[in-house]
């Protein structure tokens, strides 16, 4: 990635952050996207079950209006996704000034076996939800 492009990393994250503040979370645990004019989720749609990421938004307006059970429960990989999205924005600005950070080093395809871990772990905690939502 080249050095302008680690300035838009805080960008987008200021503006996700920004839109999670703004919006109420849904009382069903998912479909608080629909309020940005998005349409319902069409996985769901089709098969009946929650698709992966199903309440992360939902989770995101939780975690901004400051309620970490809540964002949990809706979807146990919000918080950590809003902390490694923290995360990689802040390492991001130091990439964006000059200084090495290991951020760089994944951007740019090495250690990219960390991705395999969180695939791993994602459908594993969908496979967690499906279970305790549908049995």
């Not at 250690?111 to 279970?131: H, K």
Request: proline share 5%; with cysteine; glycine share 12%.
């Amino acid at each position: 990635m080249r050095r302008a492009g680690y300035g838009v990393i805080p960008l987008l994250t200021i503006g996700i952050l920004a839109m999670a503040s703004l919006l109420e979370p849904s009382s069903s645990g998912f479909g608080t996207h629909r309020a940005l004019g998005l349409p319902p989720c069409i996985f769901q749609y089709l098969t009946g079950i929650l698709c992966p990421s199903c309440g992360l938004t939902t989770s995101f307006t939780h975690l901004m209006h400051g309620d970490l059970g809540a964002a949990f429960q809706v979807h146990p990989l919000g918080p950590v996704l809003f902390l490694g999205m923290l995360l990689t924005s802040a390492l991001a600005i130091f990439e964006w000034i000059g200084k090495q950070t290991f951020l760089g080093k994944f951007l740019r395809g090495h250690y990219a076996s960390w991705a395999y871990g969180a695939l791993t772990l994602y459908l594993l905690v969908w496979s967690g939800r499906i279970f305790w939502t549908y049995w």
